[in-house]
């Protein structure tokens, strides 16, 4: 997701009605937003997996970290 909306716009509710309906399969959900599309709690929902800039950032940094080495 990626908007430029000032509030989130998915919501745990929302994301909690999705997973029933999919059969409780898991969810990838990526957040580019600044500020974020999702809203932070979607994230302790069981089997949805939510990752924001953030979370790449740290990734990428890591990643770079083992390259100079």
Not at 5 to 19: E, N, W
């Amino acid at each position: 997701s990626s908007t430029a909306s000032r509030l989130p716009i998915v919501t745990r509710g929302i994301i909690d009605v999705a997973m029933k309906k999919r059969g409780f399969d898991p969810m990838f959900i990526v957040d580019l937003a600044v500020p974020r599309d999702v809203e932070p709690s979607v994230g302790e929902l069981e089997d949805v997996y939510l990752y924001t800039v953030d979370d790449l950032e740290h990734v990428v940094s890591s990643n770079l970290k083992l390259r100079h080495e």
